[in-house]
Every structure is written in structure tokens, then in C-alpha cells.
């Protein structure tokens, strides 16, 4: 008769440690996807948007002269900043929606 003990080292222990491998995996890439996602496609429109009224061979004289950056360059530089602008105000959305803890830390009133 097989026993349901969850010991290190049976079978179901096993099991139970891939399953929250797994579900930590599967909350990461949750995670990044709802930083990543939306921040690229604001990325996508702010440098749209940037882009369509600035010219950045102008913008790059005006602020780094001595620099040789082609227009390219420059649309690349642009986009990545807008980037990482969304991603890190994605990210705090992200961080503000955590609930707390349950028996989280608690002070005590003064």
C-alpha cells in the first residue's frame, strides 16, 4: 500500500516542488509581460508622436554637437529611452497593485 506522505525526497514532494517552480516561472513571465508589453507599445507611439515633430539630426546638434549619431541612430536612441520610461512606470503600476502579505508586518499604535 503506497503512503501520501510528503517527505523530502518522495515522488509527490517532487511533484510539489515542480509545481511551484513552475508557478513561479509562469507569475515571472506574467510579470515582465505586463511591464514589457505595454511599455513597448508606448514606446512605439511616443516615438511616433516625438519623432513626427522632431528631426533628430536637428535634436542632436542642438544637444550633443560634438557626437557623429545618424539619424537612425537617433530614431534607435529615442525609442529605447521612451522604453524604458514605460517599462519603469509599468513596473511601479505593477509594484502599487501587490496586495500585502497575509500576516504581514504590523506596528503596533503609539
Known sequence: MMSDDRSPGTEASRDDEYLHASRSRD???????????PSFLAAVAATGIF???IDPDELRVISFPALEIGRLAGYTIGFFMFWVVGALSSALTLTLLKRPRPGGVRREPR
Do not use: E, I, P
Not at 27 to 37: E, K, T
Open 51 to 53: 519623432f513626427s515633430q
Open 27 to 37: 507569475r515571472l513571465v506574467l510579470m515582465a509581460g505586463s511591464v514589457l508589453w
